[in-house]
């Protein structure tokens, strides 16, 4: 069995090994899954650079998510699993760069048989991520108004996708003209390039109505207008800080309009929440998979053996989808 192990850290594609060994075997309560399809994520890349909020110390298997089928099951494990296609839970410690790992019953979710396994092994990250951002903070209700800067980012497309399944608007905010066609492309209705004029084209798209959320990626003082725009006691989530710095919220806002700013990780929210709503997250997400409604941009696959130019790739500035590993079955 073929996997990438996390070496050292540094530059990633010189920071990982790939191993053969044999299979492994399942403790009690343990599956073992055949992977179909790994992604390679910016967050798998800061972690072999030693730089994400999860640090495991090397050696230590690498690959924060993918898919595949449970082909063996422990002792004391749900036998009704052996055959179902699942996700690997991206908690980075069970390694999902292999042809087979093993992985504690209750940290895999079981996924639609007949969605795209491509597709799935995109799905536990990102995809979650915008999904519970929608759901946990407010109580929206369709006409409700959703903002974020850095929209043509992948969870900002994402979050596109996912708010008109509901009913709800998206104020979409990027920096470049090229950014706001790609936006539209995705379904983004509201798109607007930042400058200037900024509040004011805010306030033009609004035609008088209010935000009830705002989701922000970049953090420093990307989402200050969008803030600004919000209703009273409005919320604000910050997830990411790809801008430099917290998201900043000015003293004003925050007395006169009682907004609410809290933060958003995915692995502090699989810590947290009860399992049967992570299982029904990734249930949710995977029919939307199966029926065509979601779906995620892929440049490239790569065997195990090519893990340098996937890496490589997958880091390079500019690309019109995800990178992926493909294991033959």
């Known amino acids: 069995m073929k996997y990438l192990v996390l070496t050292q850290f540094g530059t990633p594609s010189e920071s990982v090994a790939l191993r053969d060994d044999p299979d492994p075997a399942p403790g009690p309560h ?4 055949r992977m179909e399809a790994a992604a390679v994520n ?3 890349l800061l972690m072999l650079q030693g730089r994400y909020f999860a640090r495991p110390e090397p050696p230590a298997p690498a690959g924060g998510e993918g898919v595949g089928i449970v082909v063996d099951t422990g002792a004391q494990a749900d ?10 839970l991206p908690t980075y410690k069970y390694g999902t760069w292999a ?3 093993v992985v504690p ?7 639609a048989a007949n969605a795209d396994p491509l597709q799935l092994a995109m799905l536990p990250i990102n995809p979650a991520t915008a999904h519970v951002m929608l759901k946990r903070f407010v109580d929206l209700e369709p006409g409700d108004w959703v903002a974020q800067p850095g929209a043509n980012s992948a969870v900002g497309r994402l979050v ?3 708010a008109r399944l509901r009913g709800l608007k998206t104020l979409n905010v990027v920096r470049r003209d090229e950014a706001a066609d790609e936006v539209r492309a995705a379904g983004g209705e509201h798109v607007l390039v930042s400058g200037p004029d900024l509040a004011a084209d805010i306030a033009r798209e609004l035609d008088g109505e209010e935000l009830s959320l705002v989701l922000d990626g970049l953090g420093g003082d990307t989402a200050v207008e969008l803030v600004a725009a919000l209703r009273f006691g409005g919320t604000i989530v910050t997830y990411g800080s790809l801008g430099g710095g917290p998201s900043q919220v000015s003293n004003a806002v925050l007395l006169t309009r009682e907004v609410r700013h809290t933060g958003f990780w995915l692995l502090t929210w699989l810590s947290h929440a009860p399992l049967t709503e992570i299982v029904e997250t990734y249930r949710y997400l995977g ?3 199966a029926d065509g409604s979601l779906s995620v941009p892929i440049e490239a696959t790569y065997r195990l053996d090519d893990y340098r130019q996937a890496l490589d790739h997958a880091g390079a500035g500019k690309r019109g989808g995800k990178v992926l590993f493909a294991f033959e079955a």
């Open 99 to 101: 042809e087979k790992v």
């Open 79 to 88: 036998r009704d699993l052996m055959g179902k296609r699942v996700v690997v």
């Open 105 to 111: 019953q209750d940290k895999v979710a079981e996924v």
């Open 30 to 33: 343990d599956v073992l899954v």
């Open 42 to 44: 910016p967050s798998d």
């Open 160 to 162: 596109i996708t996912l």
């Open 287 to 289: 029919s939307l998979v």
